[in-house]
């Protein structure tokens, strides 16, 4: 198996793990990506600019973004579904915007309300309004494995969108497994399918348990990009049967044993997974969390 040094990972449990769960106060949002920005990660999704009626969860975007504490060192980001988000997202002061089209119509028509081809037609115009304002453009296809209306997915599909990206000028892509229908032949197939020389991302929910082994089937073909949501945080509102992301803690504690640096402190890490539990109000799913890394041994029974 092919084994990186090092792998990138972006945290998105204030973006896409609170949306899915009731609204949760301001303070609580930045108090998360506070404890997130001292963790050692280098990258963070910190909030969306999407319709509050749609997504009310995300309303207060701005004024999170206003009052985090900012660390030179990490990258944060914005998700945006459509032109009018990105403009928001780069008024706000992001210099790095994700735009989401799904791969399957169904979906992208749940999600932000059109058709996939309306969503790409539009991206060279927001891929030249983020160059305007010296910011980049990452791409994530959602459903990429699998859409919970239609099923199935052909990587073929998913690779038009690829190119569809890459001719707009986008800078990066990244594959969502929206409802975690992926499975590591699946991932296999997909990369397979995809011809591009952008940096790829790949983003697995846990949903059916599979998060842990696409990670490393992606890892084994040269994916060091991925995402991850402290305690396991996640899902789609428009999506039937979307659970939380694969757990930040877990990933880090996997990659750490097997020797591959991601630059966090997973005891730092997993004292966040306990913030972001506090936060919710509810036992979080991530095993790390809940054990402990497997360096946490317990005492010694006595001798009888």
């Not at 305690?231 to 990659?255: D, R």
């Amino acid at each position: 198996m092919y084994q990186p040094d090092r792998v990138s990972l972006r945290e998105v449990a204030p973006r896409d793990g609170l949306q899915n769960e009731p609204p949760v106060p301001t303070a609580d949002k930045i108090r998360l990506i506070d404890a997130l920005g001292r963790t050692g990660l280098s990258r963070i999704e910190a909030v969306s600019f999407v319709s509050p009626k749609a997504v009310p969860q995300m309303a207060d975007a701005a004024e999170v973004w206003a009052a985090v504490e900012k660390h030179s060192g990490i990258r944060y980001s914005a998700l945006a579904p459509n032109r009018r988000g990105v403009q928001r997202a780069l008024e706000a002061g992001f210099s790095a915007v994700e735009v989401v089209v799904s791969a399957s119509e169904s979906h992208n028509r749940a999600n932000v309300g059109r058709s996939v081809a309306d969503s790409l037609a539009e991206l060279p115009d927001i891929c030249a309004l983020a160059r305007e304002n010296l910011a980049s453009v990452e791409v994530i296809i959602a459903t990429s494995f699998g859409c919970p209306f239609e099923g199935d997915v052909a990587p073929a599909q998913v690779a038009r969108i690829v190119e569809a990206a890459q001719e707009a000028g986008a800078g990066r892509v990244a594959f969502g497994d929206t409802t975690g229908m992926g499975t590591p032949r699946r991932v296999t197939e997909l990369l397979d399918a995809v011809a591009t020389d952008l940096p790829m991302l790949m983003h697995f929910h846990d949903t059916r348990g599979t998060a842990l082994a696409n990670l490393l089937t992606a890892l084994d073909r040269g994916v060091t990009e991925f995402d991850a949501s402290v305690g396991g945080l996640g899902g789609c509102p428009f999506a039937p049967g979307a659970s939380g992301n694969v757990a930040t803690e877990e990933v880090v504690h996997m990659l750490h044993d097997m020797g591959v640096e991601t630059g966090v402190d997973l005891d730092a890490l997993i004292r966040t997974a306990g913030l972001a539990q506090e936060i919710v109000g509810r036992p979080l799913e991530s095993g790390v969390l809940r054990a402990g890394p497997r360096t946490e041994l317990a005492p010694k029974p006595e001798p009888v």
